[in-house]
Nanobody
Framework: QVQLVESGGGLVQPGGSLRLSCVASGDVFRIAVMGWYRQAPGKQRELVATITNGDITKYADLVKGRFTISRGSDRGSAEDTWSLQMDNAKPEDTAVYYC?????????????WGKGTLVTVSS
């Protein structure tokens, strides 16, 4: 199993910046893809950004050029960490942001989720 804990949510003004972090513990050797999703009130959960163990990144069109996903963990570490740097925040970025980890297909391609952290973009 993999456990995920997010941090860094809060209130940010339009045009401002915020950094979200996720720490994964447990069977982190299973993780192949790390990412962030978000869910705004009344909307479905949507992909924000992902990064693979090979550092291949993918972004939703709405956040390209404004958000940056990165990861950092030492080989053999008991934890994996990744972050989402949010720059030039817009009111439409307001949502609950969820940390996500996807295991390698060898381990069944399981998805693991954090509990979410609220980001509010408002003046």
């Amino acid at each position: 199993q993999v456990q995920l804990v997010e941090s860094g949510g809060g209130l940010v003004q339009p045009g401002g910046s915020l950094r979200l972090s996720c720490v994964a513990s447990g069977d982190v050797f299973r993780i192949a893809v790390m990412g962030w999703y978000r869910q705004a009130p009344g909307k479905q959960r949507e992909l924000v950004a992902t990064i693979t163990n090979g550092d291949i990144t993918k972004y939703a069109d709405l956040v390209k050029g404004r958000f940056t996903i990165s990861r950092g963990s030492d080989r053999g570490s008991a934890e994996d960490t990744w972050s989402l740097q949010m720059d030039n925040a817009k009111p439409e970025d307001t949502a609950v942001y969820y940390c996500n980890a996807e295991s390698d297909h060898y381990y069944g391609g399981m998805h693991y989720w954090g509990k979410g952290t609220l980001v509010t973009v408002s003046s």
